[in-house]
């Protein structure tokens, strides 16, 4: 057996041991950062349709799909059974059965799905976002690569910024590399201005000396995302810049030290902040100047979820999230700083080999 | 996710051709009697709420309200607002707002213009926004003193064929795309990369990314999967011979495909064949056929014809076909060696046959 075969068997088995009973996990194969897919974690298969697989309580799968994996899912997933639904996978599976299950990923169904259901399935998205937390080896080793890859291709950036290139084309070329390096999918906000509001998805925009480029850069490896988060500005950095970007690290500093395990999600965000209040932004550490401090990453899991004053979530060991204070500071503009890390048995390890630092390009 | 940029050409997509399809929209609340329509989308359907704003979201769904006097606001973006200041400079939307909770949001609205009950419109709560946020919402709205009425059909159909201004968008889109297309296969043919069939569909989409695209989605034919989502090199199963590129441009969508530069195979002479015969049948009055075969089911041949434009997962539908409408058609043939054969080209309907899509327009 291999050790993805054994790391999927182990989860299969946690979730049984968890719900105690079978459980069925649903996905509707629109994966993205911020939509963890259980079937693939499940599984280790990415569906491109609809899937479903049951687990019973013995810890045998079941795995439901669409035509359009019906010959990838037997190679590519690890699961005792792949049945290939005529219809909907979903009402495959409760036809075959005849009875619902608890469900994991009911926030995926919509009213259409519903109808092809005749019973009310319940929930069990909580226990599973429990259970499927914490990365194992094979997490840990996505996390690792999609980590290298964004380094590596954020090195190569500096080769095709330059003042008269549109926001859009270095995207354009910047994800094709974090393709070709081995990213599956991307989530990327990247924008330049003199003075940033937000970074956002490119524009046509043609970059400028003095402009400010904002990157948030999520490859993904095998359904991990990760996530830097990075400025760079063309030309000398104004003072005001400079001593932004200086104040955000002092804050990413701060609220690494409140990564450990036993501490509650919400004493990051505190430590960060009391950073920046006491520089005298305090006002600037709500919405609309930031959203999040950070946030959590993985394929079954996000928790601890997002990194605000309101989490109470207690970190624990295999905790994966990007830690950034990425925020609007009057004079500096928005600016970006995060890196993804994880939570170790006495503390923390940044995933990243290199420190963020403000980027600066020639002009 | 979407995969490109944000931005509204003003050029190719006035504000008086959105005030035209709003105006559409509210016809079709008077000929309802519905008061307001709420609008929904996602980021892999951004259609109903685009159609009316140029406003594609990223990550999560949005919601567009309009009532029958004409006002409007976005409910978009996430975290109070700190994404507006953008929407607003890429979109034709000046108001945009956050609800946190979207249902009393609305209701909230909707006193603010002065209607505190009556019929509103839906759009897209069946299949675009999760289950629970449209269950939310709906129960809001009619404890609320508000009766809803899904109007997904005929809004679709508003949207379902463009007028002729609109299909100088859909030949603006399909040449960037082709002319992405055109350019990696030359660099290809020149200098195959190490990266194989990667190096090429990674090149498309860069290309069209640039050109413009607002996202780029690709499908690859390989021998043991059928036409599947492209993920990368290492994903494939078997010998890649075929792809399928669809590109999204100001809200609508340009596709192209057939083999690889370099693939031989002796079945894409059959499957040009097979196309050729089934758009010979797209004249006005004729049905669009279903699909004819399956992608992955062991099904040797086959031939795909929808109506194009709005979206990829746009389908046949029940009605006739008139001139002006523009057809997706895609044949494949899967031979004993697994290669595939495929063969796809969009057409405009006219009175007496089709034409390229690039070629009919000028």
Known sequence: MSQREEVIRRRVTTLVEAVGGPVAAYTDARHSLVAPDAVWWLTGLRASGPAVVLVSKEGS?????????????????????????????LAELHSVAGKPFPLVGAGRLTRATRHRLDAVWSDVEAVFQEVARGADEVHLAAFEAATAIAEQAYGELFGILRPGVREAEVVAAFDARLRELGSEDNFLFMSAALHNRAVHRPTERLLQPGDVLLAEISPSVDGVYTQLCRTVVLGDPPPELEKGYDLLEEAFQAGLKSCRPGVEARAITESLNEVVSAAGYGEYCHPPHMRVRGHGLGLGSVLPGDLHADNTVVLSPGDS??????????????????????????????????PAGLGYVPC | MRHGRAGWNRSLLPIDELEVRRDQVLELLANHAADAIVLASNPN???????????????????????????????????????????????????????REPGPGIVSQLAAWGLTGGRIATVGFDDLLPLSEADAIEGTLAASGWSSLALDEPYAALRRRPRQREQLLLVQAQRMLEAAVAASTAEWRAEPRAGGFGSFVVAIERRARAAGAHDVRALVGEGASGLVPWRGERWLTGRPSAY?????????????????????????????????DALSGCVPGASLPPSLGSWADGVDAGVELRRHGRSIEEVGGGDKLIAGDVVFACAWVRGGDELFGMAVETVLVGTSGTRRLTEAIA
């Open chain 1, 61 to 89: 799968t079941e795995l439901f799909v669409s035509p359009v994996d019906g010959r990838r899912a037997p190679v590519e997933a690890v699961a005792d059974r792949v049945r290939v639904a005529s219809g909907h996978p």
């Open chain 2, 244 to 276: 399928l590129v669809a590109a999204e441009y100001l809200g609508v969508w340009a596709e192209a495909g057939g083999n690889l530069p370099g693939v031989n195979s002796p079945d894409t002479s059959k499957a040009r064949r097979l196309l050729e």
């Open chain 2, 45 to 99: 359907e951004p259609g109903p709420v685009s159609w009316l704003t140029t406003y594609e979201s990223t990550t999560r769904w949005s919601l567009l309200l309009l009532d029958r006097a004409g006002h409007s606001i976005l409910v978009a973006g996430l975290g109070g607002g700190r994404d507006h200041h953008h929407i607003r400079d890429v979109t034709a939307v000046r108001d945009v707002t956050f609800f």
């Open chain 1, 321 to 354: 999230f990007v830690l950034h204070p990425n925020q609007y500071l009057p004079g500096a503009g928005y600016l970006l700083y995060g890196e993804p890390l994880v939570i170790t048995d006495d503390g923390h390890r940044v995933v990243t080999t290199r």
